[in-house]
């Protein structure tokens, strides 16, 4: 495990996501022709910066009954059995498993991502926008990760053939997250 120092501006203790001003994002391929993005609420969260990266971790929960992608009716259909099963898997989460940088203020945050009850390992390619203190004091830290994951690996194998060949719904679903942190006393 690389053991490079914290970001520089960032003060080692327990930084809690702000859910109001986080987000995580997804987009997939549809009828393999054009996009669908939708967002999934941040609901808590946390990174611990110890003296280095290798002792630094990250915690998130998402709600994946808050999935918006601007359609209603597709929101309902992701939330349902077929998809998300949002009353059987009410919470999606991530554990850091290493912290490493890879370069400048980008990091690769490595960890274990649960969906569906299924958990796998996938690699956060990771950007530190750096801290600024809010207009009520809070010492706040931002930054942005990205990584691409495949819906089946997580049991997510609901689709529709197309009568041209093809699926309607893509395998691989790339994630966006833009989340704010607070340091905590």
Known sequence: MTTTAIPQG???????????????????????ISKVRGTVAIVS???????????????????????????????????????FDVEKFGQWTFVSTEIRQAGGSTYEIAG???IHGVTQRVELATEFNGTATDPFGNLRAG?????????????????????????LVADKVR???DVSVIKQA
Do not use: C, M, Q, Y
Request: overall charge negative; proline content about 2%; charged content about 20%.
């Open 175 to 177: 994630v966006d997250l």
């Open 143 to 167: 930054g942005e990760a990205t990584t691409t994951i495949s819906r089946k690996d997580f049991g997510l194998t609901w689709n529709a053939a197309l009568e041209a060949g093809g699926v």
């Open 112 to 114: 274990d991502l649960t």
């Open 45 to 83: 969260g946390e990174i611990v910066l110890g003296e280095s990266l290798a002792e630094s971790r990250v915690t998130a929960t998402l709600d994946p009954s808050t999935v918006s992608t601007g359609d209603a009716n597709r929101d309902g259909h992701l939330k349902s059995g077929d998809f």
């Open 10 to 32: 960032l003060a080692t203790g327990t930084w809690t996501i702000d859910p109001s001003h986080s987000e995580a994002s997804f987009t997939v391929r549809h009828a393999g």
